[in-house]
Structures are given as C-alpha cells and as structure tokens.
C-alpha cells in the first residue's frame, strides 16, 4: 500500500489545480458574457444594413456589385484560419488548425497560387509545427475583436480583389449556435454571392415609379455600391465574433470538465489515503499487542 | 417642438439612442437637415459629422461614411466608426492622411479606396480645427 503521506500530498497539489481551473471557468464564463453581448450588438447592425439591402431590391433595382459575381478564372486565393491566442480550450485551437490544413490541400489541389492568412498565436504555432508557410499572422485580436482593426484586414482584401490578385477567399472559424453548440466550419466570403435581403420580391408599385418607398439619397445605386463592401465587411467581423465566443465557451466547458475530474481524483484518493492511514495504524495495534504479549510471556 | 428619435449604430455597439430636435447627417454629396416629420429616405453617408441639437445644446459626432434610413419618425445612422467629437485623435487622423496619400491607386477601385481614406482623415481633421 501507498505511502499515506504521498497520498496526502498529491490530493493537495489536485486540490490546488482543482482551484485554478475552477477560477479559469468562472473567467471565461463572465468573458463569454461580454463576448456574446458584442455579438448580439453586431445583429443588431446586421439587421438594419439588411433592411436597407431588402429596400433596395424591393424598389426594383437589380442587386450587382463585382463583389457579388464570381470572376471567370480563379487564379488566386487566401484562407484565412480564425484561433485563439491562447490555449486550455478543449479541442478549439485543434479543430480549426484541422480543418484549415485540410481546406488549404483542397483549395491547392484547385488553384494555382493559395496563401494562408492565420488569426491567433495557437493557430501560427500550430501551422508553424506543421510546416505549412503563412502569408500574415494575426497575433491582436482577443476575446473583444475591434471593428476598426477587421476592417482594416477586411479593406486589404478588398483591395487585392480589386486589383485582381485575389479571387476568393474562404474563413474557417468555429461558429457560435448556442451554449451547447458551436460548429467548425468554413465559408466563402469573396465572392459574395448574394447578400442577404437582396431576394425580396420586387414591389410592383414602387418599380412602376407610382409610389416611392423611400428617396434614395443620392441614387439606389449609389448606395448599393456601399452596401455591399460593408456587408462583406460585417460578414468578416462577424466570423471573429463568432470565433471569440465560441472560444470562450471551449474553455469553459473544458475547465469546468477539468475541474470535475479534479473533484474524482480528490475522492479516489482520499479513499486510497483513509485506507493506507488505517492499515498503519491498524499495523501499529498489532505491533504493541504483540509486544505486551511477549512481555507477558 | 417635435422630436424625433435617433440611433447611432456601429457593428460594434449602439453609440446613441435619443430623442432630439434636429439632426444634420453629412450625405456623401453635402449636408443635409432632418427635422421631425421627414419623408421615408436612404441616404449614402460620407466621412463627417453628424450633428444633433436639441434646444440649445449641440452634439457633434464624427462617422466613417455608412449610411442613413429615415422613416416612422426614426433616424438610424450606420456607420463603421462613430465618435464624438471631443475624443478624435488628431494626430492619429493627420498620420493616416499622410498614409493614404502614399497609397496606390493603380486602377479605379484602388483610386476609390485612396480617396476615401483621404477623405476620412480630413473629415477628422476639419472637424477638430472648425471646433
């Protein structure tokens, strides 16, 4: 049997894990918090640019911007693999880094020149181990990305797409559902495709010119020449928000699975330790008993 | 006098939710005035100010461009960045026009790209200095 004083020292060095990762838990809950009430601010921007796009399409103007249309050849790409700077969140880092190598072999397998774009330290650490070169490291954005600072990426790809150099450009990010799931996936950003609100039927009335909606300041299409670098933009911002809530909810699920293993390990020892403790002791009983009787003897 | 309702909306958080006499949103082709009552309209922002007086108080607010939806007596302004004018940086702002006058503009989206940073920087600029 065990020595009972070791026994007793590891149950206080897991005692002492059990209360960092406890701590760790409580953090991430309350930065989940924060996180999500980003992302439920953002909706709230989503929602009108989509009201605005599905104004446009209803007073009959015809929804075409080159960022929506696929260009003829795809000659270049970029992917861009969104992680977190730090680690201790379950399989969160693994799953994007995953996924991301193995979009980035299909992506090679299609296209003629793909660069790699990686959001996080775990992410540039992780491509690094692998020898898979990156393009651009994103070390900057944590549990509270700022809008201003995806934009400015969001602007560099707007410009490589202007300038021809880029044709499309993939994410792959862990998307929030709910608390109880989040989902690794990746999408397509550039080209567009269609932006959201655009398929609104098409009010006969108002393209008539009978009534007006709304007056168009200074032109419909004027305005949809901004609504859709910005939807692109919002679109981008909202895969780092999705991927820094999800973060968050990784570790808490992970820290609070670690500090539940803590809590069996503590009872498992403790029964090992009681059970040591009392064989000594018993040992010792039978030593004095047996040492009276050889005196007695 | 009337009032009617206006919302400053970044994708990052709703910077002002309130009731007020007048607005003055900078449309991309000049200023315009919005006062209650004013007919359903979308209009395309361009970098400046957005300024709100109710009674005699004035606010003013810088935005980066976006856009403004006018209807039902609400006005929602939407906007990549939004700040209120005592807290731009000016010396941030004259290092990104220095910046975006460097840039590039090999074709017409480049072009468009370096003048709306140029814009916005002196939007931020002109704002400061006429206060």
């Known amino acids: 049997m065990a020595n009972a004083r070791a026994l007793d020292k590891r149950r206080k060095s897991i005692r002492n894990i059990k209360k960092i990762t406890r701590t760790m838990e409580l953090i991430a809950t309350a930065r989940f918090k924060k996180a999500m009430d980003r992302a439920t601010s953002a909706n709230d921007y989503t929602k009108r640019i989509t009201a605005v796009v599905s104004d446009l399409a209803r007073a009959g103007l015809e929804v075409s911007h080159p960022l929506l249309e696929a260009p003829d050849v795809t000659k270049g790409a970029t992917l861009l693999v969104l992680t977190g700077n730090r680690g201790l969140c379950g399989g969160y880092n693994g799953n994007a880094i995953r996924l991301g190598a193995k979009t980035l072999e299909l992506l090679k397998s299609e296209i003629e020149t793909v660069t790699l774009d990686v959001s996080g330290k775990r992410g540039v650490s992780g491509f690094k181990f692998r020898d898979i070169e990156m393009a651009e490291n994103y070390l900057q954005f944590d549990d509270e990305p700022l809008f201003a600072e995806v934009e400015e990426i969001a602007e560099r790809y707007l410009r490589e797409y202007a300038a021809g150099t880029l044709n499309r450009l993939d994410v792959t990010y862990t998307k929030f559902h709910s608390v109880a799931k989040q989902e690794i996936v990746n999408e397509t950003l550039l080209p567009l495709g269609s932006i959201e609100g655009a398929d609104t039927p098409v009010d006969p009335e108002v393209a008539a010119g009978n009534t007006a909606l709304y007056e168009f300041v200074p032109s419909a299409e004027s305005i949809l020449e901004e609504v859709v670098p910005t939807s692109f933009k919002i679109k981008l911002f909202k895969c780092f928000l999705d991927a820094a809530v999800s973060e968050q909810v990784a570790r808490m699920i992970a820290m609070k699975s670690a500090t539940e293993a803590a809590n069996d390990m503590i009872k498992d020892l403790s029964r090992t330790y009681n059970r040591a403790r009392q064989s000594q002791i018993t040992g010792e009983i039978m030593e004095v008993i047996g040492g009276v009787e050889a005196l007695e003897g | ?131």
Do not use: C, W
């Not at chain 2, 607010?61 to 006005?75: A, L, T």
């Not at chain 2, 590039?104 to 709306?116: V, W």
């Open chain 2, 1 to 131: 006098m009337a009032q009617i309702n206006l919302v400053i909306v970044t994708p990052e958080t709703t910077t002002l939710d309130a009731d007020v006499d007048g607005v003055t949103v900078p449309l991309i082709d000049g200023s315009a005035g919005i006062l209650a009552g004013h007919a359903p309209m979308i209009g395309r922002l361009g970098p400046g100010e957005v300024r709100t007086t109710n009674g005699s108080t004035t606010e003013r607010y810088y935005v980066d461009g976006g856009f403004v939806q006018v209807e039902g007596n609400k006005i929602s302004v939407l906007t990549g960045r939004s700040i209120p004018a005592s807290e731009i940086d000016v010396a941030a702002a004259k290092a990104a026009l220095a910046e975006a006058e460097q840039q590039e503009a090999g074709n017409a989206d480049l072009a468009a790209l370096k003048s709306k940073s140029i814009a916005q920087a002196r939007a931020q600029i002109r704002m400061v200095e006429s206060a």
